[in-house]
């Protein structure tokens, strides 16, 4: 195996720790119910990264477009996210990773993905943030 699929495997790994991490005892359910969302959204991307949250939220919402309980400003933001590539040398049809998926209500996906975006949008514009202040 050469250095580039290597680190593939190794990155397609880490997103699967990421979503073990939200699935784990139902951490993501619990942190939904105890009311503490931002806490656990905060904890898991010291954790894990903030690429690999979005990447496995945006996989859970853009495997399941059928499901109308997703927001629409949530589908368009998973839509937006780029997918995680094929492993290199890949022939053939491309193959999607429901190993990214969360099995969790879409209420608490759209809430977390929510927080997200807020998150993004904040550290892309720190300035507006400060001269709210």
Known sequence: ?????????????????????????????????????????????????????????????????????????VKEWAARVEPFPQFPGHQGEPRDFYEFCINEHPVIVNDMARLLMKREKELAHPKRKEQER
């Open 1 to 73: 195996m050469n250095e580039l699929q290597q680190k593939w495997r190794e990155e397609f790994r880490a997103i699967i720790d990421c979503k073990n991490a939200f699935i784990e005892n139902a951490a993501l359910s619990r942190s939904y119910h105890d009311r503490k969302l931002p806490e656990f959204l905060k904890g898991i991307i010291v954790a894990h990264g903030q690429d690999r949250v979005r990447q496995m939220l945006a996989a859970t919402v853009n495997h399941a477009p059928w499901d109308g309980r997703y927001d629409c400003t």
